[in-house]
């Protein structure tokens, strides 16, 4: 079992930024592939990013590359999004998830955390 928690979300002007954290605990960190996922009122969750087990591959949805960052520090357990330039449509409930593989997919995450709330105000 892998408990995860976020932290890190809040109300923020478009244009400003946030950094978003996921702490692990339970099994091996370091085993599993980490992602973030995204869910907005009234929609599915989406794919947001996702990063491998070592750090050494990234993947981003089209809508966040090149704002966003994500990141891993394996000795701390824990996950980061550097979220830039945000704008009002990536307000949502950010999730963490965690994985044997990188995968855009929901269905493919076996470990989730409650959910941080993001905020971009025009």
């Known amino acids: 079992q892998v408990q995860l928690v976020e932290s890190g979300g809040g109300l923020v002007q478009a244009g400003g930024s946030l950094r978003l954290s996921c702490a692990a605990s339970?099994?091996?960190?370091?085993?599993?592939?980490m992602s973030w996922f995204r869910q907005a009122p009234g929609k599915e969750r989406e794919f947001v990013t996702t990063i491998n087990w070592s750090g050494s591959s990234t993947y981003y949805a089209d809508s966040v590359k090149g704002r966003f960052t994500i990141s891993r520090d394996n000795a701390k357990s824990t996950v980061y999004l550097q979220m830039n330039s945000l704008k009002p449509e990536d307000t949502a409930v950010y999730y963490c998830?965690?994985?044997?593989?990188?995968?855009?997919?929901?269905?493919?995450?076996?470990?989730w955390g409650q959910g941080t709330q993001v905020t971009v105000s025009s």
């Open positions: 998830a965690a994985g044997r593989f990188a995968e855009i997919h929901a269905r493919s995450y076996n470990y």
């Open positions: 339970g099994r091996s960190f370091s085993g599993y592939a």
